[in-house]
């Protein structure tokens, strides 16, 4: 077969190509298509993007979301008593408490809140107790205790497979009844809450301050040089 001369030819078909390498005699036997029909059923197929998404590969379809991840505690709000949370800590992976103890306490006794180490479980959302109450879905809402919290407190958020602690340090040592919540300072696609637990830290009060002897004694000189004032004038 004679070279194909492509002097003075600015371009060829695809067909045309596949027409002369194949050559007359098989164009022309039976039951075998032309190499023009070929060559145009092959380009007449659907073209497939190469970065098309896969639905079924993880972070393949954007519109799916993928499997949730942890994010920063601080995304969310958490409020008890109109206030807004002193610290926090988390997301964290896994359950955060089964009814005083568990993941939770044992954050909590390192005394990575305000270095409080002696903390006390109140209750949890889930228990049936109605010591603590939420609504165990949605992913937002209130929430609420039987017992006013009047020491520095800390509120667990579950959902998902992550849960995040918020701290409050109850300055005024008002009692607090309850407050607000959200998830979004748990996990992406911002799942529904699980349960909601709280601790109350167990801070003992300051003694009252005893005046020293030096303080005392010159309390009673100042009352006794009033006394006398007081009967020099009568007299």
Not at 79 to 94: E, K, P, R, V
Not at 140 to 169: C, H, I, M, R
Request: glycine share 12%; aromatic share 8%; hydrophobic share 40%.
């Amino acid at each position: 077969m004679p070279p194909v001369q492509y002097k003075h030819v600015r371009s060829i078909s695809v067909c045309a190509l596949l027409d002369y390498l194949l050559g007359e005699n098989t164009m022309k036997s039976k039951g075998v298509l032309s190499a023009s029909v070929l060559a145009v059923s092959l380009l007449a197929l659907p073209s497939l993007p190469t970065n098309a998404a896969n639905p079924n590969r993880p972070g393949g379809n954007p519109s799916g979301g993928g499997a949730p991840t942890a994010v920063s505690c601080s995304l969310g709000s958490v409020t008890a008593g109109g206030s807004i949370f002193s610290a926090c800590q988390g997301a964290f992976s896994g359950n955060d408490d089964q009814s005083g103890s568990g993941a939770l306490l044992n954050l909590l006794t390192t005394g990575v809140f305000n270095g409080i180490t002696n903390w006390t479980f109140v209750g949890k959302s889930d228990s049936g107790t109605g010591a603590v109450t939420a609504p165990n879905a949605g992913i937002s809402g209130n929430w609420s205790v039987q017992t006013g919290l009047t020491e520095p407190f800390v509120v667990s958020l579950k959902a998902g497979n992550f849960w995040s602690a918020y701290f409050f340090d109850n300055a005024t040592s008002a009692a607090v009844f309850g407050g607000t919540w959200n998830t979004n300072g748990i996990a992406t696609n911002t799942p529904e809450l699980s349960h909601l637990t709280v601790y109350r830290a167990n801070v003992t009060p300051p003694p009252e301050r005893v005046p020293e002897p030096g303080t005392l004694a010159a309390l009673g000189l100042a009352a006794v040089g009033a006394f006398g004032l007081k009967r020099k004038r009568t007299t």
